[in-house]
């Protein structure tokens, strides 16, 4: 089905340790997001991405990285992971807005625990 | 001024009845007022979304009512069924362009729905 694929479904670290989330969407979208979730909290905004190549900060990048090396994939990169990013994270992928059929596609999430 | 408030944050609805969601805004910049709903161990889905030159939109049991002078927008879920039970987000898109020209939505922190049988 189409749609966007989160990788892995489940995680846990050890404080200090690295990790990639991989996102892959299969919609030509040029737009694609990633967000953190929280009891609370709603849904904030990491980094985002408007193309191939291209990154830019969201509302809670510290201690995130990301790469769109190609324009389907958009990694989410942990460097040092610490307690406070356990999470639940959530890629998006959209169309840009000059489209009548905008919206968000968001994948299944990956959660992730860090001890 | 990108912010988007959402209330109730959790909200107990009978089967049969009305849900109402309620979001203000203060940015007049945002265009699009989406609503998402996201079951457990889910990721958002697209509900229904409206502009804010209209109004009302409506589809099936959803409706969004807008009011733009009051800077306000609702979700009403009409004959309320236990499997509506689910968090929903309001969200608002900005067509500031910044970085790059993206436009991004902005989530309100979410309501949690349940519907009694």
């Known amino acids: 089905n189409a749609g966007v694929t989160q990788t892995p479904k489940f995680r846990v670290l050890k404080t200090g340790q690295s990790m990639t989330l991989l996102c892959a969407q299969d919609m030509n979208h040029e737009y694609m997001y990633w967000y953190r979730q929280d009891p609370g909290m709603g849904l904030r905004l990491i980094h985002y991405s408007v193309g191939e190549g291209t990154t830019a900060k969201g509302e809670v990048p510290d201690g995130y990285n990301v790469s769109r090396l190609k324009k389907q994939n958009f990694l989410l990169g942990l460097e040092s992971a610490a307690p406070s990013q356990t999470s639940v994270y959530f890629c998006?992928?959209?169309?840009?807005?000059?489209?009548?059929?905008?919206?968000?596609?968001f994948g299944s999430g990956t959660r992730l625990t860090v001890v | 001024q990108q912010q988007v408030k959402q209330s109730p944050q959790s909200l107990i609805v009978q089967k049969g009845g009305i849900s109402i969601i309620n979001c203000a805004y203060e940015?007049?910049?945002?265009?699009?007022f989406p609503w998402y709903q996201q079951f457990p161990g889910k990721g958002p889905a697209l509900l229904i979304a409206?502009?804010?030159?209209?109004s009302e939109k409506k589809e099936g049991r959803f409706t969004i009512s807008f009011n733009k002078s009051a800077k306000q927008f609702s979700l009403h879920i009409m004959d309320s069924q236990p499997g509506d039970s689910a968090t929903y987000f309001c969200?608002?898109?900005?067509?500031?362009?910044?970085?790059?020209?993206?436009?991004?939505?902005?989530f309100g922190k979410g309501t949690k729905l349940t519907v009694n049988p």
């Open positions: 998006a992928s959209s169309y840009s807005s000059r489209r009548t059929d905008y919206g968000y596609t």
């Open positions: 940015n007049t910049a945002f265009d699009y």
């Open positions: 969200a608002a898109r900005t067509t500031f362009i910044t970085q790059g020209g993206s436009e991004k939505l902005v």
């Open positions: 409206i502009r804010p030159d209209v």
